[in-house]
């Protein structure tokens, strides 16, 4: 019987990278290595948003239970994921966010394409080439599709209870929360928001142009 577990972090960027909530599937192709390694289909990762050092002030930013767990050059190659491709030729953020960059080269090696995790958006070559690392050792996308995902972005959800958000907070790295341990009150949170509808590409991102709204798309 397999062991159902939850990986918990704190969201400190939220802009629609990292996780990608866009075009039917909520994807973990970036940052966040050690859970894209681990984690399991069926098991559940969270991401929280810290509002202030206090405990209560913790928000459900996204909630995605995993469908699907693939490796980089099946992510580039599937057709299902040809728009989470980045595309800076256009201007519409849901493009330029794109998190799925790494294309598997004839000699074995992985090609990055110019992304927002490209080299002219980091200070200096040392802090590119560490986040490519961490990108690279992570060596799969986690996926969830829009039945499976709740992404409240610049609305996160309030969580039930003090005593939840303890058992999901993590201030440094993530929390791995497994059976017997997963409380019920969290699956019966995940239940009720279900029921109110508040379920796939509910919000968007935090960090996200003003003006932009092409994330409406996501919306039909």
Not at 23 to 44: F, M, N, P, S, Y
Not at 104 to 129: C, T, V, Y
Request: glycine share 4%.
């Amino acid at each position: 019987m397999k062991t159902l577990k939850i990986y918990s972090y704190v969201v400190r960027d939220d802009r629609g990278l990292a996780p990608n909530p866009f075009w039917d599937h909520c994807t973990l192709a970036l940052d966040q290595e050690l859970i894209r390694k681990i984690a399991k289909v069926g098991d559940w990762v969270v991401g929280l948003k810290e509002k202030s050092k206090n405990l209560e002030d913790h928000y459900l930013l996204f909630a995605m239970q995993i469908t699907e767990k693939i490796t980089f050059d099946n992510y580039w190659t599937n057709p299902r994921f040809q728009l989470k491709r980045p595309d800076f030729s256009v201007d519409e953020e849901i493009f330029r966010v794109g998190d799925n960059i790494y294309e598997l080269g004839p000699d074995g090696e992985f090609i990055q394409h110019f992304s927002m995790h490209s080299r002219d958006n980091f200070k200096n070559d040392e802090a590119w080439e560490k986040q490519k690392r961490e990108d690279l050792h992570g060596e799969f996308v986690l996926v969830s599709d829009r039945k499976f995902y709740y992404y409240f972005g610049r609305e996160p959800v309030k969580i039930p209870s003090k005593e939840l958000t303890d058992i999901l907070y993590c201030d440094i790295g993530h929390k791995c929360i497994a059976d017997p341990d997963v409380p019920q009150e969290f699956l019966d949170f995940i239940e009720d928001l279900k029921e109110q509808g508040k379920i796939g590409f509910v919000n968007p991102p935090e960090n996200w142009p003003k003006d932009d709204e092409t994330y409406v798309q996501c919306w039909d």
